[in-house]
Structures are given as C-alpha cells and as structure tokens.
C-alpha cells in the first residue's frame, strides 16, 4: 500500500528537521537541571502542549482509532478514561508534585521518609511502568512502518530490524537533547497531530455531509459484527472487565512518572497548574477526533481488512488516510504517527533514566555524594541500556494493540505509584515501611495478575498464542491491584508504627506542598 520511497522520505525528512531542533535545544545543557527538568524555563502553554504530546501516544492515535473499527463502543472506553484521568491529575497532584519535588517521583516519596529505600522504590517502580509503556510504543512503531515499507507479518526479521532502528533513533533525541530536546520534538509532534487528526477527522464528516449519524450507519452497515459495534460488550463481555480496565485508565495517569516529571519543568505552581488545563483542552478535543476516525475506518476501510494488515488493528488509522487522500496523505498521517511514537519514547526513555541515575545513582549508591556531572553521564548510560530493553519487549509485543497494552502500564502506574503519592501528600503518620509495602506490594500483584491473565497466554489476542496459564480472568487487574496497594500501604504503615515521626519534616512539606514556599526555582530566566 502506498508508495515505499514516498513514506521513506517523509520518515526522513521528519527524522531530520526534529534531530537539527534537538541539537540546538542540547548546546543549553550545562547543569543537571538542563538535562532533567529543561532549566525549568517552560510557560504553562507550552508545557500543557509538550504533555499532550507525551500522553498522546501509539496508543491514542493508532491504538483507539483501530480499537473503535473494530470493536466499536468499548474500543471508545480507552478515549473516555485517558480523559477523565487529567481530572484526577489536575485535582490530586499536579501543583503538590511540582511544589515538593526536584527531578523524580522519588523526590516526593522520599522527602519525609528514609531515602535510600523509598528512592529505590520508587526507580523500581518507575522503571517497570515506563517498560510496559515503552513496549506498547514500540509494538505501535514496528506495526506503523511495516504497513508503509510493505513488510508482511510473516516476515518477523524485517518488521524486527524496524523496531531496532526506531529504538536507535528515541535514543538518539535523549542523549544529545535531553529533557530540553525532548520537549520541542512533544510540542512539534502535538501541534501536527491535532491537526493531523482535524484534517482527517473533518474529511471523513465531509463524506456523509457532515452528519454523524449517517457516519455510524455506513459504519454499521460494513462492520460484520453489525449494531453489535454501537452497544457495550463486543470486546468485553464481562462487566467486571470492563470496569477494571476502565479504573486503571481513570487513576493511573496520576501515578505516571513520565508525566508527573513533566510538571518540574515549569517555573512555579501557577505553570503546573497551567500545563494541566491546556493539556486537557487539547487532550479532549483529540480524543473526540478518535471517535469519528474509527468509525470512519469502519465504514470506509472495514474491520476485516484493518485486522488483515501488518500491524494489524493499530494500521486503521494510515489505512483510512490512504482511503482519504491516497499516497501523500497516507505518508503524512504515517510521518506523524511515527512523530508520535518518536516524541514518547524520548520522553519515557528520559523518565527512566533520571530516576535511575538521580534516585538509585546519586542517592541509593552515592549516599548523594556525586558530582552532577556524573548523574547526567549515567543517566545517558541508562538511556542506552533502556533503549536495548525496549527494542527487545517492542519486538516480543509486536502486533498487539498498543492502547492495550498502554491500558497494562496505566494498572501497573495506578497500582505502585498513586497510593503511595496520595498517602505521603495527605496522611500525616505514612511511613517509610508503608511506602515499601504499597510500592513493592502494589508492583508485585499486579504484575504477576498481568503474567497469569488472558493478555499473557490463553486466549487468540496473547501476547504467547501457543500458552495457556493463565488463571487470573480479567485482562487488565486494576480493579484487584489498585485497592490492594492502598490496603498494603495501610498495614504497612502500621507494621512499621515505630518509626520515629519527624513531625518537621512533615510540616515542611504540607507547607511546601500547599503553596510553593522553598519549592524549586528555574535555573533560567523565563
């Protein structure tokens, strides 16, 4: 489909322009704060436009546009909670993270408790959430560039060595640019995939005379699964399910440490704050495009052939394009899925590094001894290491539907990290020993639910179709790992009761916290 030497040289040329704006954002980078929070010289706009383009990933643009071709009404639950989440971070964390905390989740963990632990903890944490979310972003890339190179899925090396060289790339922007780099490619990346989606989203309308209804109805009429495609419970059949997924999805951007990082890189509370609206307005007004995108994927491509594609239900979104506007537009849309997938796994990739580096490095094994030099030097080592893990998991992952798989990271997120960050901003006797319990605990179960759950083995859409042990029903555990990682943050605390409580440091950052008093400043003028 299309034209390979047309696709390649949009790719290229895409590739080319954001390395150049990277370059030029890295000759800045002189201090750790440079490379991890980008000086803190970012407003509130243009943060809230680099967040859109950090959590509109593979999962949003290819994941639920093919999720809603195919299974209708429940592939548009991911567009719902990836939403309704932004209300939960707004409300709960954005402003109390940036006042209290320096790079990393664990700065926030850590402030009242014993650091070289919950800092441990909290790299664990962060490091197992960005894997499962880089997977999906790599399972997204490996599918995207198979479809427009005519790789098919019998050819595995092929669709491998892709996901190889866009893993080289990611890594690329996160060594020479750093968090400052990362943030222009998010902003670019947003601005072109709003109106990507725009120009698609009002084409497709155009075709039915602007009239939505008559879009479900053409919709209906092609999907073989019919009204089916309108209702609940194609894909999940089983209320509980859906619920899980649908908890997962709602409360685990607020435990997110690629987004929760991205609050640091503002000069004040006001700009946190900021960042979170503009981020929703631009986020919501996506995710409705998705609906009429998949939808029109249905009525205009059909399920059947979306599920025959390499890539499979993730190719619904270029194979609309190529519908729409042919070669040209099919390659455009494409550069700008990749740009997608480009611009989030940096962002991950940077995420995961820092807090190796900064909370395991600088604090666990230098006892905060180390020059900032050296974090940053080992944070660029880091990067290369992840970037290995993640060429390696997106090649196990490839074919899966990455909104799935995000779905996976979001329970992993909301599991580890949100009870923890709650209990410590709000529960005045919250200890060192509860912070484990929910971390370790929270991670635990819900990892090994993951491993023994139809997503896994046992069913047609596995990740290994030729096993079978699963034992956990539902696909996603969020509704059981969520509440046991609050209810192990509870005995843990209790266990753990004779901990001296340093009732200062706990005053420290409730006022820090609630209004920004010693909260870290921009090393830049802004």
């Known amino acids: 489909m299309g034209n390979v030497g047309l696709n390649i040289g949009i790719f290229a040329l895409f590739v080319l322009v954001t390395l150049v704006v990277v370059f030029r954002a890295s000759r800045s980078n002189r201090t750790a704060s440079d490379y991890y929070a980008a000086g803190r010289s970012f407003s509130g706009s243009q ?56 790079f990393t989740m664990g700065d926030v963990l850590s402030f009242r408790m014993k650091q070289r632990p919950v800092r441990a903890a909290a790299a664990t944490s962060t490091l197992v959430v960005s894997f499962f979310y880089l997977i999906a ?29 866009v893993g080289l790339v ?62 609940p419970g194609l894909q999940y059949k089983s209320k509980v399910d859906f619920i899980s997924l649908g908890l997962a999805l709602v409360l685990g951007t607020a435990g997110l440490p690629h987004i929760l990082m991205r609050f640091y890189t503002v000069p004040s509370a006001k700009e946190a704050r900021k960042s979170v609206v503009w981020a929703i307005w631009l986020i919501g007004i996506f995710y409705l495009f998705t609906l009429v995108l998949g939808y029109g994927a249905a009525a205009l491509v059909g399920p059947d052939v979306i599920a025959k594609a ?38 991950l990739t940077i995420t995961a590094s820092a807090s ?23 944070a660029r080592r880091t990067a290369v290491a992840i970037g290995v ?42 200890n060192t020993m ?49 509440p046991v990682s609050f209810l192990l943050g509870v005995i843990g605390t209790f266990v753990g009761r004779g901990e001296r409580f340093n009732a200062e440091k706990y005053a420290e950052m409730e006022v820090r916290s609630l209004t920004g008093a010693g909260a870290e400043k921009a090393t830049v003028e802004v």
């Not at 072109?192 to 309308?205: E, I, N, P, Q, R």
């Not at 499979?312 to 899925?337: H, K, M, R, T, V």
């Not at 639910?449 to 539902?474: C, H, N, Q, R, Y």
Request: charged content about 10%; some cysteine; aromatic content about 10%.
């Open 47 to 102: 943060n809230g436009t680099a967040i859109s383009g950090d959590y509109l990933s593979a999962a949003s643009f290819l994941g639920i546009a093919g999720a809603i071709a195919v299974n209708g009404y429940d592939g548009f639950l991911y567009s719902i909670g990836f939403l309704v989440a932004w209300l939960v971070a707004l409300l709960l964390v954005a402003e109390l993270l940036r006042n209290t905390g320096k």
């Open 137 to 165: 972003q790599m399972a997204g890339a490996g599918g995207l560039i198979a479809l427009l190179l005519q790789i098919p899925n019998s050819n595995r090396l092929g669709q491998a060595i892709v996901i190889a060289v």
């Open 170 to 231: 990611m890594v690329s922007y996160v060594l020479v640019g750093g968090m400052k780099g990362t943030t222009y490619v998010q902003i670019i990346k947003a601005a072109l995939l709003v109106v990507g989606a725009f120009v698609m989203t009002f084409w497709v309308l155009g075709k039915y005379g602007l009239n939505f209804s008559s879009l479900l109805g053409a919709a209906v009429q092609a999907s073989p699964k019919g009204e089916a495609i309108l209702a």
């Open 310 to 347: 390499p890539g499979g239900q993730n190719s619904a979104a270029p194979l609309l394009a190529f519908e729409l506007g042919g070669e040209l537009l099919l390659g455009l849309i494409s550069a700008i899925a990749f740009a997608t997938i480009l611009a989030v796994v940096a962002g």
């Open 356 to 378: 190796f580096a900064h909370d395991v490095y600088a604090n666990v094994i230098k006892k905060g001894q180390s020059s900032p030099a050296a974090e940053v030097k080992v």
């Open 389 to 430: 893990v993640a060429i390696g998991g997106g090649i196990l992952a490839n074919g899966q539907n990455v909104a799935f798989l995000v779905a996976l990271a979001f329970a992993v997120a909301a599991s580890a990290n949100l009870p923890t960050i709650l209990y410590s901003l709000f529960w005045k006797r919250f």
């Open 434 to 482: 509860g912070a484990l319990w929910s971390i370790y605990g929270g991670l635990a179960v819900c990892l090994v639910l993951i491993v023994f759950s139809p997503a896994v083995s046992g069913s047609e859409t596995a990740m290994i179709k030729t096993a079978d042990f699963a034992w956990f029903p539902l696909s996603n555990p969020g509704i059981v790992s969520i």
